[in-house]
T-cell receptor, first 117, second 114 residues
Framework: AQTVTQSQPEMSVQEAETVTLSCTYD???????LFWYKQPPSRQMILVIR??????QNATENRFSVNFQKAAKSFSLKISDSQLGDAAMYFC??????????????FGTGTRLKVLA | GAGVSQSPSNKVTEKGKDVELRCDPI?????LYWYRQSLGQGLEFLIY????????KSGLPSDRFSAERTGGSVSTLTIQRTQQEDSAVYLC????????????FGPGTRLTVT
C-alpha cells in the first residue's frame, strides 16, 4: 500500500527567508500525482502545487516550488520569500488510479509552518 | 455557490446518538471524497464516490459509518451510535475525475461527541 511520510511536525521560518518542507512516499506504481495542500487556521484546505510523476521538470507556482526526486520517492516543497500568510499546516498527498479506476488520495500527517516577523 | 459547502459547521451530540453530515460539491464535479481529521492529525480517507460507480468504502472505520450520494451531487455521511472517538473534523472534497485535477475542500464539520 502507498504511504506518505512528513517527518517534520513543525517548522519555523523568518519572514522573507526560504524554507523547505520534506515529504517522502512509498509506491510501486510508476504513474501517479503528488500534491501539496495548505490548511490555514481557518481550516479551509487549498491546493498549493501539484506534480505529475511522468514529468521530470519540477513544478513551480510563484514563490512555491518542488524538488521532485522520483527515484528517491521524495517530494519537498520550497517556499521562497516567506510571508506571514504562509503560516499554516501543509499536507503532502499522493494520488494514483486504483485497480478499478478510483482515485484515492493518501495524505501525510502534515507540517505546521510558523512564520516569524 | 462557487465552492464546496458543508453543514452543519459544528455539531455537538451525545454518545449513542446518530448524526448526519451534509456535503454539497461543486456543480459538475463527479468525484466526491469524505475525510476525517482528528486533532493534530492528517487526513484519514473514509469514502470516495465517482459518478455512477460503486463507491470506494475502504476507509470507513466501522459499520456505524455510512455515506450516500444522491443524484450524483449532494452527499450525506451518517454516523450511527456515535462514540467519543468519533469526535473530529469531517472534511468533504470534490473534483473533476481523472488527470491531475485537484480536490476542492469544504470548510468541514466539527463533530463533538459528549
Amino acid at each position: 500500500a502507498q504511504t506518505v511520510t512528513q517527518s517534520q511536525p513543525e517548522m519555523s521560518v523568518q519572514e522573507a527567508e526560504t524554507v523547505t518542507l520534506s515529504c517522502t512516499y512509498d509506491t510501486s506504481e510508476s504513474d501517479y500525482y503528488l500534491f501539496w495542500y495548505k490548511q490555514p487556521p481557518s481550516r479551509q484546505m487549498i491546493l498549493v502545487i501539484r506534480q505529475e510523476a511522468y514529468k521530470q521538470q519540477n513544478a513551480t507556482e510563484n514563490r512555491f516550488s518542488v524538488n521532485f526526486q522520483k527515484a528517491a520517492k521524495s517530494f519537498s516543497l520550497k517556499i521562497s520569500d516567506s510571508q506571514l500568510g504562509d503560516a499554516a499546516m501543509y499536507f503532502c498527498a499522493y494520488r494514483s488510479p486504483g485497480p478499478s479506476g478510483t482515485y484515492k488520495y493518501i495524505f501525510g500527517t502534515g507540517t505546521r509552518l510558523k512564520v516569524l516577523a | 455557490g462557487a465552492g464546496v459547502s458543508q453543514s452543519p459547521s459544528n455539531k455537538v451530540t451525545e454518545k449513542g446518538k446518530d448524526v448526519e453530515l451534509r456535503c454539497d460539491p461543486i456543480s459538475g464535479h463527479t468525484a466526491l471524497y469524505w475525510y476525517r481529521q482528528s486533532l493534530g492529525q492528517g487526513l484519514e480517507f473514509l469514502i470516495y464516490f465517482q459518478g455512477n460507480s460503486a463507491p470506494d468504502k475502504s476507509g470507513l472505520p466501522s459499520d456505524r459509518f455510512s455515506a450516500e450520494r444522491t443524484g450524483g451531487s449532494v452527499s450525506t455521511l451518517t454516523i450511527q451510535r456515535t462514540q467519543q472517538e468519533d469526535s473530529a473534523v469531517y472534511l468533504c472534497a470534490s473534483s473533476l475525475a481523472g488527470g491531475a485535477h485537484e480536490q476542492y475542500f469544504g470548510p468541514g464539520t466539527r463533530l463533538t461527541v459528549t
